[in-house]
C-alpha cells in the first residue's frame, strides 16, 4: 500500500471540518420530493415551532416518515420560495437546499447553534438562533418590519431579524451587551477598516497587550475614528480577558487566536449574503432602560425578548471581569440591572415590579394586533421554585395582552436552576 495515500484521523478530521456539509447528511437530497428537516431537529418544541412557521406561510401539509418530512398539500413556486428563503427548521425542499442550511454551515465553531457571528463572546443564558428565526416568522414578521427586543443580551435577535431583513430596535441595561450586538451585526459593513489596522493593533501591543502599563483602549482609539472598529477590537480584548479569567488561558494567544475567528466570521457573513443574495435589515442597539422605553406609543411591529433571569442567574456577576476591564463601577451598576437588586423575598418583591414596568412599557408600544414572544422559565431561589411564568402570564392579561400560544420548552444546564422554559406568545388587542 502506498504510504503517501494514508490520511491520520487527524487529517480526515479536518478534512471533514472544512467540508462545510460535514455536520448533516446530504446523501439522496436530489430525490427527496417532500419538505425534510434538518438533522438537528430533537425535540418537541421544535416540531411545534416547525408546524407554526409552516401556517404562518399559509402551507397546508402532512407530516410523515417518523416526523421527519412534511407533504405539502397545497404546493406552489410561491409557498416553495418562501420555505426555502425563509424557514428555519428545514433542510430541503424538493431536491433544494434552503438558504437557512447554507447560513447554518457558515460556522467557525464546534457548536450547532453558533454559526456566522453568533458564537462572539460566552454570553450566559443565549437564545436558540434558530428558535428566534421561527419565531420572527411565526408572528408575522416581514422585511421592512420592526422587532423590539427590550433586553438585547447576545443580540440574537439582532442578528436573525438582519438576516430576514427585518429592521431591529434593542436596548440592554448592560454597555457589553450593546457592544455584543453592534459588533455581531455591524462588522460586515467596515471589514476593511478591521483588516487596515489589525497589524498595527499587534504590532504596536504585543507582546505588551494586556500588561497594566498599557492603556489599550487609548491605544485603539489612535488608531481608528469608526466606533464600529472600535467596538470590534474591544470585544476581542473582551473575548480574551473572559477566556482569561474563566479558562485561566494565555491572555496574548486568545486575544490573537479570537481576532482571527472574528474576522472569518465575518467574513462567512458577507460571502453567505452575496451568495444568497440576502437584504439585510437595519439594526439599531442602544444602552437602555426596559422600564422606560424611548419608543413613541404603537411604533413596533413585533416584540421577541427573554427577560433576565437575575433571580438565578446574577449578570453583573458572571461578566464582572469584562465590565470592569471596560472602566465601569459594578457596585453601582447593581442597582440598575433587575432581578440583582434587593436580597431574600426583597428582591423577588423588587424583580416583578420592574418586570411589571416592562412589559407595560411593551404594551405601549407594540401596534394594535400585533404580538409580543417572551420565552421565560420558572426559576430556583434560595431553594424554592419562582413562579415566573404563571406571574407573567397573569400580569400580561392584566393589562390587554391575550395569551395565544404557550409552548413547552425543555432546556439542559444553566447552572441547574431551570428544568424548562415556556415559549409564551401573546397578542395585543384593542
Same mark, same amino acid.
Given at each position: 500500500? #502506498?504510504?503517501?495515500?494514508?490520511?491520520?484521523?487527524?487529517?480526515?478530521?479536518?478534512?471533514?471540518?472544512?467540508?462545510?456539509?460535514?455536520?448533516?447528511?446530504?446523501?439522496? @437530497?436530489?430525490?427527496?420530493?417532500? +419538505?425534510?428537516?434538518?438533522?438537528?431537529?430533537?425535540?418537541?418544541?421544535?416540531?411545534?415551532?416547525?408546524?407554526?412557521?409552516?401556517?404562518?406561510?399559509?402551507?397546508?401539509?402532512?407530516?410523515? =416518515?417518523? +416526523?421527519?418530512?412534511?407533504?405539502?398539500?397545497?404546493?406552489?413556486?410561491?409557498?416553495?420560495?418562501? *420555505?426555502?428563503?425563509?424557514?428555519?427548521?428545514?433542510?430541503? *425542499?424538493?431536491?433544494?437546499?434552503?438558504?437557512?442550511?447554507?447560513?447554518?454551515?457558515?460556522?467557525?465553531?464546534?457548536?450547532?447553534?453558533?454559526?456566522?457571528?453568533?458564537?462572539?463572546?460566552?454570553?450566559?443564558?443565549?437564545?436558540?438562533?434558530?428558535?428566534?428565526?421561527? +419565531?420572527?416568522? %411565526? !408572528?408575522?414578521?416581514?422585511?421592512?418590519?420592526?422587532?423590539?427586543?427590550?433586553?438585547?443580551?447576545?443580540?440574537?435577535?439582532?442578528?436573525?431579524?438582519?438576516?430576514?431583513?427585518? =429592521?431591529?430596535?434593542? @436596548?440592554? *441595561?448592560?454597555?457589553?451587551?450593546?457592544?455584543?450586538?453592534?459588533?455581531?451585526?455591524?462588522?460586515?459593513?467596515?471589514?476593511?477598516?478591521?483588516?487596515?489596522?489589525? #497589524?498595527?493593533?499587534?504590532?504596536?501591543?504585543?507582546?505588551?497587550?494586556?500588561?497594566?502599563?498599557?492603556?489599550?483602549?487609548?491605544? !485603539?482609539?489612535?488608531?481608528?475614528?469608526?466606533?464600529?472598529?472600535?467596538?470590534?477590537?474591544?470585544?476581542?480584548?473582551? +473575548?480574551?480577558?473572559?477566556?482569561?479569567?474563566?479558562?485561566?488561558?494565555?491572555?496574548?494567544?486568545?486575544? @490573537?487566536? =479570537?481576532? &482571527?475567528?472574528?474576522?472569518?466570521?465575518?467574513?462567512?457573513?458577507?460571502?453567505?449574503?452575496?451568495?444568497?443574495?440576502?437584504?439585510?435589515?437595519?439594526?439599531?442597539?442602544?444602552?437602555?432602560?426596559?422600564?422606560?422605553?424611548?419608543?413613541?406609543?404603537?411604533?413596533? #411591529?413585533?416584540?421577541?425578548?427573554?427577560?433576565?433571569?437575575?433571580?438565578?442567574?446574577?449578570?453583573?456577576?458572571?461578566?464582572?471581569?469584562?465590565?470592569?476591564?471596560?472602566?465601569?463601577?459594578?457596585?453601582?451598576?447593581? &442597582?440598575?440591572? @433587575?432581578?440583582?437588586?434587593?436580597?431574600?423575598?426583597?428582591?423577588?418583591?423588587?424583580?416583578?415590579?420592574?418586570?411589571?414596568?416592562?412589559?407595560?412599557?411593551?404594551?405601549?408600544?407594540?401596534?394594535?394586533?400585533?404580538?409580543?414572544? %417572551?420565552?421565560?422559565?420558572?426559576?430556583?431561589?434560595?431553594?424554592?421554585?419562582?413562579?415566573?411564568?404563571?406571574?407573567?402570564? #397573569?400580569?400580561?392579561?392584566?393589562?390587554?395582552?391575550?395569551?395565544?400560544?404557550? %409552548?413547552?420548552?425543555?432546556?439542559?444546564?444553566?447552572?441547574?436552576?431551570?428544568?424548562?422554559?415556556?415559549?409564551?406568545?401573546?397578542?395585543?388587542?384593542?
Amino acid at each position: 500500500m #502506498d504510504k503517501k495515500k494514508l490520511k491520520t484521523k487527524g487529517e480526515t478530521m479536518i478534512e471533514r471540518a472544512e467540508n462545510q456539509f460535514w455536520a448533516y447528511d446530504i446523501n439522496n @437530497i436530489n430525490n427527496q420530493k417532500d +419538505l425534510v428537516l434538518l438533522d438537528n431537529v430533537q425535540f418537541i418544541y421544535e416540531l411545534s415551532l416547525a408546524e407554526l412557521e409552516l401556517k404562518s406561510f399559509g402551507v397546508e401539509f402532512k407530516v410523515t =416518515n417518523g +416526523l421527519r418530512k412534511f407533504k405539502i398539500l397545497n404546493k406552489s413556486e410561491e409557498i416553495k420560495n418562501l *420555505i426555502k428563503k425563509r424557514g428555519s427548521y428545514f433542510k430541503s *425542499i424538493d431536491g433544494e437546499f434552503t438558504d437557512y442550511f447554507y447560513i447554518i454551515q457558515k460556522n467557525q465553531t464546534r457548536s450547532v447553534n453558533q454559526y456566522l457571528t453568533h458564537w462572539i463572546y460566552p454570553y450566559k443564558g443565549k437564545f436558540h438562533p434558530q428558535m428566534i428565526r421561527a +419565531l420572527l416568522n %411565526i !408572528i408575522g414578521l416581514k422585511q421592512g418590519d420592526i422587532v423590539f427586543e427590550p433586553f438585547s443580551g447576545s443580540g440574537t435577535t439582532a442578528l436573525e431579524a438582519q438576516l430576514l431583513g427585518i =429592521n431591529f430596535y434593542g @436596548i440592554d *441595561i448592560s454597555p457589553l451587551c450593546v457592544i455584543q450586538g453592534r459588533v455581531k451585526t455591524e462588522s460586515i459593513f467596515i471589514l476593511d477598516k478591521i483588516l487596515e489596522i489589525k #497589524d498595527k493593533v499587534i504590532s504596536k501591543l504585543v507582546p505588551s497587550l494586556f500588561h497594566s502599563e498599557v492603556d489599550y483602549y487609548k491605544l !485603539i482609539d489612535k488608531l481608528t475614528d469608526d466606533e464600529r472598529v472600535k467596538n470590534f477590537y474591544k470585544l476581542a480584548r473582551l +473575548l480574551a480577558v473572559s477566556d482569561n479569567s474563566r479558562r485561566k488561558k494565555d491572555f496574548v494567544t486568545s486575544y @490573537i487566536k =479570537n481576532i &482571527n475567528l472574528m474576522i472569518a466570521s465575518i467574513k462567512d457573513y458577507i460571502e453567505i449574503k452575496e451568495r444568497l443574495g440576502l437584504k439585510l435589515g437595519e439594526v439599531k442597539f442602544e444602552v437602555g432602560d426596559s422600564r422606560n422605553v424611548n419608543l413613541p406609543d404603537n411604533s413596533v #411591529d413585533g416584540i421577541v425578548t427573554s427577560p433576565p433571569y437575575s433571580i438565578a442567574l446574577d449578570y453583573v456577576k458572571n461578566d464582572e471581569h469584562s465590565l470592569k476591564d471596560l472602566g465601569f463601577d459594578v457596585t453601582k451598576m447593581r &442597582n440598575d440591572f @433587575i432581578g440583582v437588586r434587593g436580597n431574600g423575598k426583597n428582591r423577588v418583591k423588587l424583580y416583578n415590579e420592574d418586570m411589571k414596568k416592562s412589559y407595560s412599557e411593551m404594551y405601549r408600544v407594540l401596534k394594535p394586533n400585533k404580538y409580543a414572544v %417572551i420565552v421565560i422559565g420558572n426559576a430556583t431561589y434560595q431553594g424554592k421554585e419562582v413562579k415566573t411564568v404563571e406571574f407573567t402570564v #397573569d400580569y400580561m392579561e392584566s393589562i390587554g395582552f391575550k395569551l395565544v400560544k404557550n %409552548i413547552n420548552k425543555i432546556i439542559f444546564g444553566l447552572y441547574n436552576v431551570m428544568k424548562k422554559e415556556n415559549i409564551l406568545i401573546f397578542k395585543k388587542e384593542i
